[in-house]
Every structure is written in C-alpha cells, then in structure tokens.
C-alpha cells in the first residue's frame, strides 16, 4: 500500500540547483531505506544515492561531493538536493523505499539539465 510522490523535478542550468523531494504514505512496514534512482534513456536505472532511517547514506561516486540526501522519518520523506549539476545528470529520477517485505518506487520526475 505504499506509495510514493516525487516532486521538484525540472529544467535548470548547468551548474545550477535543484532539489527534489519524494513522501512516503500508506506503509504498513517502517521504510528502513529511501533513496534517489536515476535513468537516462537507453540507459539502466542506476544507483544515485540511499539513506537509511538512522542517517547513514551511500552516493554515486559520480555525484559525491555534489549532491546531498536527507530524510525525516517523521514525515517519511526523502530529499536530495542537487548542486553543480552538469547535463550528465539528466535523467528520470526516482523515488525509492524499502520496507522489510516490500521495495517501492514512485513515478518519476524529469530532471534536466540544459542550458
């Protein structure tokens, strides 16, 4: 009964900001792990970063350094902000959340990055 709500998605300028947020509702489970996927066209979905409900991330090693995860468990929703972004970073970005019994994803949100 999961379900998962992305937004923030958008055009923004290489080098520039954006920040995307996804909300958690209707979990039976606590969702142990929330996280940001990614996927390009003709590409697979990949890893970008994760965060565990006692904080603990794990990032891509092509946007350590640029982008930031962060959740409140109380809202059950997950955040990435993304800094220096370079057209490389466009993708379809999605919402994930990992319960004990269940992995979610959410629809997706177009991230595009292009001047």
């Given at each position: 009964?999961?379900?998962l709500?992305?937004?923030?998605?958008?055009?923004?300028?290489?080098?520039?900001?954006?920040?995307?947020?996804?909300?958690?509702?209707?979990?039976?489970?606590?969702?142990?792990?929330?996280?940001w996927?990614?996927?390009?066209p003709?590409?697979?979905?990949?890893?970008?970063?994760?965060i565990?409900?006692g904080?603990?991330?794990?990032?891509?090693?092509?946007?350590?350094?640029?982008?930031?995860?962060?959740?409140?468990?109380?809202?059950?929703?997950?955040?990435?902000?993304?800094?220096?972004?370079?057209?490389?970073?466009?993708?379809?970005?999605?919402?994930?959340?990992?319960?004990?019994?269940?992995n979610?994803?959410g629809?997706?949100?177009?991230?595009?990055?292009?001047s």
């Amino acid at each position: 009964q999961v379900q998962l709500v992305e937004s923030g998605g958008g055009l923004v300028q290489p080098g520039g900001s954006l920040s995307v947020s996804c909300a958690a509702s209707g979990s039976r489970f606590s969702i142990n792990v929330m996280g940001w996927y990614r996927q390009a066209p003709g590409n697979q979905r990949e890893l970008v970063a994760t965060i565990t409900r006692g904080g603990s991330t794990n990032y891509a090693d092509s946007v350590k350094g640029r982008f930031t995860i962060s959740r409140d468990n109380a809202k059950n929703t997950v955040y990435l902000q993304m800094n220096s972004l370079k057209p490389e970073d466009t993708a379809v970005y999605y919402c994930n959340a990992r319960t004990l019994v269940a992995n979610k994803w959410g629809q997706g949100t177009q991230v595009t990055v292009s001047s």
